[in-house]
């Protein structure tokens, strides 16, 4: 087993969560980590991206090895909501915060991870591959900050992000494509109490589509949600409008087109049948991608876990990465577990073994 420090390790992840970078806002975090990796010895560039993205940057960076092969590793530098002023708690082996934010293990526990794992090697003069990072803004939310990485920099052919969740050795090598759907339903207004038979009740076109739709759990590679209604002025007015957000995500690019269709068409049917006018925008939010159990890069990941004595498991998710991305891109890209929990809610933790093991994992990985 390595020698990974483990007190430097901790110390930098509880740094690295009390410095505030809620989606659109990593800036300050951005210019740390660039400072850090230059520290270390990376080529550091910062990656600009449009003002609306982020008020931070992309971070690419690189480090020459010696050894042949090159992989690039990935982070993103975001969190969600409620994460500002983070305050984390220790106990029993146990990072969590104190209760009222998120921790943000989610992502920063794999930038420490990846940080720590290149410090060791580089005390102990250890031969590695070419170590390439990509560390994204703005991923919560719509994987924003891979959708506009600078690809031109990247040499390397594979990738691993960490950004899952679950045992250490578990392996993202499935993941869903999402559409998403912006709907716009225009009735008539109308008087509640005097002629509610002259309105058009927008509530009611939606209502009834959505009676007829296929939502939830559509099989075991498909699922579907409404997530956003608004719309309203009064209870004396019959409602004229009502604007809703949906999405849909499959493993199979065939169910997902069929379900989106449905559920577009769903939602046609009932304006039609009500005489109401209806707008629909459909946008693709990421592409799924496959890659096999038996794969070269999967097994030599596999490999790495077995050195350490851990277990690795392959396995699909049901939701989206910037490995989404890196693949549609064209670089062979897998998502690992860094033993994240409960992400996205204020009861979010990690155990300091998790984050020791993902560490022993990369620094077996990069020097083999």
């Given at each position: 087993?390595?020698?990974?420090?483990?007190?430097?390790?901790?110390?930098?992840f509880i740094d690295l969560v009390k410095i505030n970078s809620e989606s659109r806002n990593e800036k300050a975090i951005a210019e740390c980590l660039a400072e850090q990796l230059g520290q270390i010895g990376f080529q550091v560039a910062k990656l600009p991206v449009p003002a609306d993205i982020s008020n931070g940057f992309n971070i690419y960076a690189k480090l020459p090895g010696q050894l042949d092969g090159s992989v690039l590793l990935s982070?993103?530098?975001?969190?969600?909501?409620?994460?500002?002023?983070?305050?984390?708690?220790?106990?029993?082996?146990?990072?969590?915060?104190?209760?009222?934010?998120?921790?943000?293990?989610?992502?920063?526990?794999?930038?420490?991870?990846?940080?720590?794992?290149?410090?060791?090697?580089?005390?102990?003069?250890?031969?590695?591959?070419?170590?390439?990072?990509?560390?994204?803004?703005?991923?919560?939310?719509?994987?924003?900050?891979?959708?506009?990485?600078?690809?031109?920099?990247?040499?390397?052919?594979?990738?691993?992000?960490?950004?899952?969740?679950?045992?250490?050795?578990?392996?993202?090598?499935?993941?869903?494509?999402?559409?998403?759907?912006?709907?716009?339903?225009?009735?008539?207004?109308?008087?509640?109490?005097?002629?509610?038979?002259?309105?058009?009740?927008?509530?009611?076109?939606?209502?009834?589509?959505?009676?007829?739709?296929?939502?939830?759990?559509?099989?075991?590679?498909?699922?579907?949600?409404?997530?956003?209604?608004?719309?309203?002025?009064?209870?004396?007015?019959?409602?004229?409008?009502?604007?809703?957000?949906?999405?849909?995500?499959?493993?199979?690019?065939?169910?997902?087109?069929?379900?989106?269709?449905?559920?577009?068409?769903?939602?046609?049917?009932?304006?039609?049948?009500?005489?109401?006018?209806?707008?629909?925008?459909?946008?693709?939010?990421?592409?799924?991608?496959?890659?096999?159990?038996?794969?070269?890069?999967?097994?030599?990941?596999?490999?790495?876990?077995?050195?350490?004595?851990?277990?690795?498991?392959?396995?699909?998710?049901?939701?989206?990465?910037?490995?989404?991305?890196?693949?549609?891109?064209?670089?062979?890209?897998?998502?690992?577990?860094?033993?994240?929990?409960?992400?996205?809610?204020?009861?979010?933790?990690?155990?300091?073994?998790?984050?020791?093991?993902?560490?022993?994992?990369?620094?077996?990985?990069?020097?083999?």
């Amino acid at each position: 087993m390595t020698t990974i420090n483990q007190d430097r390790l901790i110390q930098h992840f509880i740094d690295l969560v009390k410095i505030n970078s809620e989606s659109r806002n990593e800036k300050a975090i951005a210019e740390c980590l660039a400072e850090q990796l230059g520290q270390i010895g990376f080529q550091v560039a910062k990656l600009p991206v449009p003002a609306d993205i982020s008020n931070g940057f992309n971070i690419y960076a690189k480090l020459p090895g010696q050894l042949d092969g090159s992989v690039l590793l990935s982070c993103h530098m975001d969190t969600v909501t409620p994460g500002n002023d983070i305050e984390p708690v220790i106990n029993d082996g146990v990072i969590s915060s104190k209760g009222d934010t998120i921790l943000g293990g989610d992502d920063k526990s794999g930038i420490a991870a990846i940080m720590e794992a290149v410090r060791c090697i580089l005390a102990q003069k250890l031969p590695h591959k070419t170590i390439e990072l990509a560390f994204t803004v703005y991923e919560e939310g719509g994987l924003h900050g891979s959708k506009n990485f600078d690809m031109s920099y990247v040499e390397s052919q594979q990738a691993i992000v960490l950004d899952s969740g679950g045992d250490i050795g578990t392996i993202i090598t499935v993941a869903p494509g999402q559409q998403n759907l912006k709907i716009s339903i225009k009735g008539k207004p109308a008087h509640a109490g005097l002629a509610p038979e002259d309105g058009i009740n927008a509530l009611t076109v939606a209502a009834e589509a959505i009676n007829q739709m296929k939502l939830s759990r559509i099989d075991s590679e498909t699922t579907a949600n409404i997530g956003v209604v608004k719309g309203g002025q009064a209870t004396n007015i019959v409602m004229p409008e009502l604007y809703l957000e949906a999405e849909a995500r499959s493993l199979d690019d065939n169910k997902l087109a069929d379900q989106v269709d449905h559920m577009v068409n769903t939602f046609k049917d009932a304006a039609e049948k009500h005489r109401a006018e209806i707008n629909i925008e459909s946008t693709r939010a990421y592409n799924a991608y496959c890659i096999e159990d038996n794969d070269t890069f999967v097994e030599t990941v596999k490999a790495a876990f077995i050195a350490n004595n851990v277990e690795p498991k392959t396995q699909s998710t049901g939701g989206g990465s910037d490995a989404n991305i890196f693949n549609e891109k064209g670089i062979k890209t897998i998502n690992l577990s860094t033993g994240m929990a409960k992400v996205h809610t204020t009861d979010e933790y990690i155990k300091i073994e998790d984050m020791v093991g993902i560490t022993e994992f990369l620094y077996t990985y990069l020097t083999r």
